[in-house]
Structures are given as C-alpha cells and as structure tokens.
C-alpha cells in the first residue's frame, strides 16, 4: 500500500510538472495568430517551389518516355486523394483540434522532398499518396477562422493566400540560381532544411486555435457520413438554374487551368525549350502580375463594367490565353501569353462574388461549397486528362523535333480553350441577380472545414462557409 501511495503522487507530480511546462510553453509563445498561418504556408510552398528545376530534371529522367503523361497520372491521383479526403480531415479537425491535423498535413505533404535524390520512383510514388493529407489550406483557413472575426476573415484570407503567391513568386528562381551554379543536391538540401523547419514551427510555435470548450464538447460526437462526403455538395448542384449555369461555368474553365498547372513548366522546358533561368523569370512575372490583377484591376473593373461582365472578361483572357499556348511555338509567344495568363486569374474570384450576389445570405456556404468541390474534382481531373491527351497526340519528349513544326504544338491548351468557350456561352445566360431556392445542409467542406455539418434554413451561414477570399471583392 505504501508503495501504491508514493507511485501514485510520484506520477501526479509528474502529470502537474508536464501541464506546468506546456502552459508555460504556450504563454511563452502567445495565442493564435494569423501569422502562425501566413508562416506555415511560406514555409511550405516555398520549399516546393525551390524544386521547381530540379523535379523537371527528375521527371524526364525517370519517365523518358512517356513523361508528360506520368506526370498527369501522378497529379491527377494526387488531387483525387486530395478531393477525396479533405472534408474527412476537416471533420476530424474540429474533434481534435487544428495543430494536430496542421501537423499531419504538413509532414505528409513535405515528405517526399528528400526521396527526390534518393529514390526518384519513391519520391513520385509518395507525391501521388501524399494527396491523402496534402489539405494545409483546408485546416489553415479553418485555423484562420478560429481565430477571426467575421469582418477580419476576408483580410486574413487575403493575407494567406498573398503569402502563398508570394512563395511560388520568388522561390523557383532561388531553386534555379543554386541548381545553376551549385547541384540540384544542394536545392533538394536547401528544400528539406526548410521543410523541416516548418514541420519544427507547427510542432513548437503554433499554438491551438479551437477552444478547449469547443473540442471537449465534441468529443464523444460521431463523424457522418455527410459530414465526410466530397461528393455531397456536388449532389445539390442541379436544384436551381442559376447554380447549375454557375457550376458548370467553373468546372469548364478550372478543369484545364488544373491540368495547365501540372504541366505548362514541363511543357516550357522540354519543348518550346526554356532555360531554368527563363521559367523562372517567367513565374514571378505571371504570379506579380497576378496579385495586380486579383487586387487594382479587379476592383477596378467590377465597379466599371459590373460584375458578370468581369466574369466574362476573365474567361474571354483565359480562352485566348490557352489558344495562344496551344498554337504558340516561339519562346516570345510564351511571354506574351503570360500576361495574358495573369489577366485571367480575375475569373474565379469574380465568379465567387457574383454567386455572392445571386445567393441568399443563408445559402452562401452551401452553393460555395458546392464551386469548391467542383474545384477538388478539377485538380484531380485536369492534370490527368491533359497528360492523355499529351499522350494521345504523341507529344513526347524524345519527339520534340517533330512537335516544333507540328501545326498545333501544344493540344491539350487548344483543348482547354475549347472547354473555356464552352464556358463563355454557358456564363452569358449567368442572371446578374437571382434568389436561389436551395435547401441548405451546409457541410464544411474542401477549403474550410470548420464546425462538421449545420442543417439550417434560417440562420445565416457564417463566413467559415464561404470561399475565402470572395468576401471582399477588392481582395
């Protein structure tokens, strides 16, 4: 007995010391922040960036032949993961709090990094199951949301993806200076070492932002079904007009924005024959020009020409963009293009404050939800389809001399421009203004998963719901 008695306060002692020690370690570190945000999304996505030269090198290397095609495959299944599992994580997350699942996300998305020198067919093979958890804007906007105001939101939505375009601006031309001028070792180095550092941040630094009141009460609660389902929001999408027109205007013109993303670097690079320099150079033109056009002219134009109006100026900007991908084969015409390129990243913002306008103050989270999960299908989708059709026209990279004077170079672009036509003429029949007759069961999905699933028909849907970013058109 006298022994029980002295284990027992010998592990009390030590349960009061470890409480001590991380309340102590909490106050030292502060409360939750935006910037705990803005500093886990630098961190991230600039360390992938970095491998932006190197990973063309690898991917060439490793697929010769069928290069373009692999490449779509392996971010296709990436995305598909993603779309699959982020309202899962989301719902999870408000059970058992942000850090943990910021944490999850993180090291599973970064881990891959070091396997590039390593094991090449390791390190692709990790990308494309690394989509299960590679969902760090889902938990950071829900982190964002925790610790916001409702009028702060769009601002600190802002801020996060600011910093998001921000990193991709300036780390590929690091990542190709160092290849350059050292090794594609030393960059896969330099990648790791930061990507470690983020991992240590969210480990360390960050502090939880869901109250404990909140998670405690949560505890015990089953995850739905509903609640996990991507495909839920996609369900609703045929219940009015209006949304139907707007969801099938998105998903026409972000299904080849998403394969463009996954392959246009490979396609500069191997084909129209851009130095590491070059490709470079040309995001950080494309990405500055594009926090221009998402910031002045977008505001600009949506009070000029109004709304629907900006909308079909975007995709008009995208659909001769992707014609001039398509039928370009000079390095300027590349350029050119880019610009025009970043002029059309005005459409999804402005197609987001249009449905704003069209939907009722309590139905925006459902019909936001439903343009996100359009948009997690697309990225898995796109890259995938334009790696076929890469395949499909025999663009090979071992076939480039035939390719260059081949009367269309680039058909998947000619493809996607295609597809944005479409797109047009579906948004022209876009009303400017419409009450949507929508039975809301809002399910917090790919882009905020906040707070599980609300069946509510009268109380307004909170911001957590909504798109980030498209609260405040200026942003």
């Not at 709090?97 to 067919?121: H, N």
Request: hydrophobic residues 50%; contains cysteine; charged residues 10%.
């Amino acid at each position: 007995p006298l022994f029980d008695l002295r284990f027992y306060y010998i592990s009390r002692t030590r349960l009061l010391l470890t409480k001590a020690i991380m309340r102590s370690g909490m106050l030292n570190i502060g409360r939750a922040k935006v910037t705990h945000a803005v500093v886990v999304i630098f961190l991230e996505f600039f360390s992938w960036g970095l491998l932006t030269t190197p990973m063309l090198t690898v991917l060439h290397e490793t697929f010769p032949e069928h290069t373009f095609l692999m490449n779509g495959l392996i971010q296709g299944v990436k995305g598909l993961l993603s779309f699959m599992s982020a309202p899962l994580i989301g719902a999870l997350s408000d059970v058992w709090g942000r850090k943990s699942f910021l944490l999850l996300t993180v090291f599973f998305t970064c881990a891959p990094i070091p396997l590039m020198r390593i094991s090449p067919w390791w390190y692709f093979a990790l990308i494309s199951v690394s989509g299960v958890f590679s969902v760090t804007f889902s938990v950071i906007f829900a982190y964002v949301a925790d610790i916001t105001e409702e009028h702060e939101r769009s601002t600190a939505y802002g801020l996060v993806s600011a910093t998001f375009a921000a990193s991709l601006v300036t780390s590929p031309a690091i990542g190709a200076y160092l290849s350059a001028n050292y090794s594609d070792s030393l960059v896969v180095l330099v990648a790791t070492i930061i990507a470690v550092a983020d991992i240590l941040f969210v480990l360390l630094v960050v502090p939880e932002s869901l109250p404990d009141k909140m998670r405690l009460s949560s505890w015990g609660f089953p995850i739905s079904w509903e609640q996990a389902d991507p495909f839920g929001s996609l369900r609703k999408v045929g219940k009015d007009t209006t949304v139907l027109l707007i969801c099938v205007t998105v998903f026409l013109s972000y299904l080849p924005e998403a394969g463009q993303y996954s392959s246009f670097f490979l396609y500069l690079r191997q084909v129209i024959n851009f130095s590491s320099a070059e490709i470079a150079a040309f995001i950080a033109m494309v990405g500055i020009l594009s926090i221009v056009a998402q910031t002045l002219l977008l505001s600009v134009l949506m009070r000029k020409i109004g709304n629907k109006n900006t909308v079909l100026l975007g995709l008009g900007f995208q659909l001769f963009q992707l014609a001039w991908y398509g039928f370009g084969s000079e390095s300027w015409m590349m350029w050119a293009a880019g610009t025009v390129a970043a002029m059309s990243s005005i459409t999804f913002p402005a197609v987001s404050a249009l449905v704003s306008r069209c939907t009722d103050h309590d139905q925006q989270g459902a019909v936001q939800g439903m343009i996100t999960g359009i948009r997690g299908l697309c990225n898995g989708l796109g890259p995938a389809l334009f790696g076929f059709i890469f395949f499909l026209f025999n663009v090979e990279l071992n076939e480039i001399e035939h390719t260059g004077s081949s009367v269309i170079p680039g058909p998947p672009f000619l493809f996607g421009a295609c597809t944005v036509l479409l797109a047009l003429l579906v948004a022209i029949f876009i009303p400017e203004r419409h009450s949507l007759a929508i039975k809301t069961c809002s399910t917090r999905a790919a882009l905020g998963p906040v707070g599980g699933t609300q069946c509510n028909n009268s109380a307004p849907a909170s911001d957590e719901d909504n798109e980030p970013l498209l609260q405040d058109s200026s942003m």
